[in-house]
């Protein structure tokens, strides 16, 4: 007999097929145990996402940054799901108004998200996080992705059984509810998203919902990035922050091994309060980080911007280039041509005075199709992936 702890959030039930999947209790969990420990921590936490927003609320053309997150998150979530394309291939890809060669099916996946993310962004303005939304992020993200052909049906919950880990469902890690199970364990998801007695704080909330979307698993393919996505979408929903420049995938493509192990016990023992001491642990950390790399931005852009000042009748146009870069810093001398309306002779030497002052760097290397890139902006971001492991 199972322990009724072990029940807490669900049950193994054994199918006709001949394997065991699981079936969620009823949602939302009315018994956790909140203990001092864990409200220490979500205090921390909601302390330094304070002191996100309000670093975040200096920022002059706030959505310009916002743009080098999208691309920073879109890169890592993508990578936790085996993507071998990196941040900068996506902001090329993106520069370019292409992705090329044999990443281009990667680069594609990471180009999705951010322009699910972006879509997200914008909807929710008028349609709260729901099963509606979350199938048209599903869909934005995995239409011509990989994994997102016809048969895996974009922006549709699934009809057939799924799994994660393994061959089949017969030797998965984990195998989800079956359609009829995970579509009553679907609405009772959307029905807690706003439930006005669930009594808890924001943050738990959010990381009780992340943690039963991906026990549901509503879609074939594509639920890790859009149970991502809706973290970012709720903080935005709930008003914690003001704008979207928390992401959780550092923390997580960090810690992969005890992410999965936290949510599986959260199925096999019921253990909802380990899951969300480790959750609380990511927004914490996250937001601290990020709450630097706001200040680092800043910082950057102001000794950038005096250097530039130098560059006497330049400086104007030189100006309003360094500001495009923050939105994507790689350049080459045809976007320059768009954005300021120069020709060809003109943006080449803005692009070389740039360099010059160390602002830019050229790392194509070669004569013809040269491209630029804002270098010290991309570390801001690339250690920060680098230190997510």
């Given amino acids: 007999m199972p322990s009724q702890k072990s029940i807490r959030a669900g049950r193994y039930r ?20 909140i203990d001092s420990d864990l409200m220490v921590s979500l205090s921390k936490a909601d302390r330094a996402l304070a002191r996100l927003d309000g670093a975040a609320s200096v920022l002059p053309a706030v959505d310009h940054f916002i743009s080098m997150y999208v691309f920073q998150e879109a890169a890592l979530s993508s990578q936790i799901e085996g993507t071998q394309a990196t941040l900068i291939d996506a902001l ?26 972006r879509f997200g962004m914008e909807r929710i303005a008028e349609l709260p996080v729901s099963q509606r939304l979350i199938e048209e992020i599903h869909k934005t993200l995995m239409t011509d992705a990989r994994g997102g052909d016809p048969v895996r049906t974009p922006g549709e919950i699934r009809r057939t059984q799924n799994w994660w880990g393994g061959s089949s469902p017969a ?10 199970e995970m579509k009553l364990a679907l609405g009772e998801w959307e029905s807690a998203v706003h439930d006005p007695e669930w009594m808890l704080p924001p943050l738990l909330r959010i990381g009780i919902l992340h943690a039963q979307f991906e026990t549901i ?10 149970g991502r ?40 023992e019921g253990d909802w309060e380990g899951w969300l001491a480790f959750f609380i642990e990511g927004v914490h950390a ?12 800043l910082a950057l852009r102001e000794r950038d911007r005096d250097s530039i000042s130098e560059l006497g009748a330049r400086s104007g146009k ?24 120069v020709s060809q002779p003109t ?21 013809r199709g040269r491209s630029w890139i804002y270098d010290e902006y991309v570390q801001l971001f690339t250690r920060e992936i680098a230190q997510g492991g």
Avoid: C
């Fill in 14 to 33: 054994r199918q006709p097929e001949g394997f065991d999947a699981f079936i969620p209790s009823a949602f939302p969990p009315t018994d956790l145990v």
């Fill in 92 to 117: 090329e890809a993106d520069a370019n108004e292409m992705a090329s060669g044999e990443s281009r099916n990667d680069v594609q996946e990471i180009l999705n998200y951010v322009a699910a993310m």
């Fill in 171 to 180: 030797n998965a890690r984990y195998v989800p509810p079956p359609i009829h």
């Fill in 217 to 226: 698993h509503p879609f074939l393919d594509g639920n890790g990035r859009v």
């Fill in 229 to 268: 996505l809706i973290v970012t979408f709720l903080l935005l929903e709930e008003s914690i922050l003001a704008e979207p420049l928390l992401y959780l995938s550092i923390f997580l493509k960090k810690n992969r091994d005890e992410y999965n192990s936290r949510l599986q016990a959260v199925r096999d």
């Fill in 286 to 297: 996250v937001a601290t980080a990020a709450t630097q790399s706001v200040r680092d931005i």
């Fill in 318 to 341: 030189a100006l309003l280039l360094h500001e495009s870069l923050f939105m994507n810093p790689v350049v080459d001398s045809k976007r320059v041509q768009r954005l300021l309306g």
């Fill in 347 to 367: 943006a080449d030497a803005l692009l070389d005075a740039m360099e010059g002052l160390g602002v830019l760097r050229e790392w194509t290397q070669r004569r």
